[in-house]
């Protein structure tokens, strides 16, 4: 019985950490780029319970060794929390800042603490510096790791993520008159890199770290099928239906344990009462 309480109360602690995750995703359904999480559960290891028994034959008085009984379960909890990493839906703005990313990679931001972060929230602007930057203030990287000056908004980003902007220049026609035309001029690349979905480490605003570990490889274009869209955002790719539904089911799942746990406990308190009394 006591096995049971066990039990049960880690099916209450499963629940809750599931509606916690679930919880995260509904309440970013509206955040540009935020990608849902996923909780994987499993059984606890299996335990082996054991009985000391007293040595026989020859040794020192009291040696004992463990005998194996059997294994002890004790219910379920979350293994892993992993990131999704499928499209979100696109929004077009029209701003000439805003990009988003089709197919796999993450935009790489420096923070203002100095650490290297991963987004796929393209919503950038120009700081005072004429720096890109997103809305908390951290410095959007080109490939080379180096923050991007801007220094004026009439530029194209191209699907390989090259910037330009459009530079004003003095041509001659054939009649001799004179008119003004406007050129392309590279201003820099973003820096788009592909990370490993079991490597992300939420850091809050959309944004990943990673430990020292994972393996950060720039994105090709070319073969990947990979693109950079300008003046459009990726919408959250949490399918609100069926996060909700998630959700109700959580709930049932945890009240199903709650009253399991109470009415072990309350057998218990009875068995405790009863035999106080015999």
């Known amino acids: 019985m006591i096995r049971g309480l066990y039990t049960a109360a880690s099916g209450m602690l499963l629940g809750l950490r599931q509606q916690d995750v679930t919880a995260a995703n509904i309440s970013n359904a509206s955040t540009v780029g935020y990608k849902a999480e996923q909780s ?35 219910g379920t909890y979350i293994a892993t929390v992993r ?23 993450f935009f790489t931001v420096r923070t203002r603490y100095g650490a290297t972060h991963y987004t796929r929230d393209g919503h950038f602007r120009r700081d005072e510096r004429n720096q890109l930057v997103r809305r908390d203030g951290s410095l959007v990287l080109d490939s080379e790791t180096r923050p991007i000056i801007v220094d004026t908004e009439h530029v194209r980003i191209k699907g390989d993520g090259s910037i330009f902007r459009f530079v004003e220049e003095e041509a001659t026609n054939p009649d001799g008159s004179r008119s003004t035309i406007l050129k392309e001029e590279p201003i ?39 693109s950079v869209l300008q003046g459009a955002l990726e919408e959250a790719n949490v399918n609100m239906g069926q996060t909700a539904t998630r959700m109700f089911s959580l709930s049932r799942t945890f009240e199903a ?7 072990i406990n309350e057998s218990l308190e009875r068995a405790v009462r009863d035999v106080g009394r015999v």
């Open 40 to 74: 994987a559960q499993t059984a606890f290891g299996s335990v082996l319970a054991t009985h000391k028994e007293a040595s026989e034959g020859p040794g020192p008085a009291g040696a004992a060794h463990d005998r194996v009984i059997g294994r002890v379960g004790t």
């Open 83 to 105: 990131t999704d990493l499928s499209q979100g839906a696109e929004r077009e703005t029209a701003e000439p800042l805003d990009v988003m990313l089709r197919g796999d990679g």
């Open 188 to 226: 820099a690349r973003l820096g788009v890199v592909n990370v490993d979905a079991a490597d992300l480490l939420p850091a809050g605003e959309s944004c990943y770290a990673v430990p020292p570990s994972a393996t950060v490889t720039p994105v090709d274009f070319t073969d990947s099928g990979s």
């Open 257 to 263: 344990s709650q009253r399991v746990f109470s009415t």
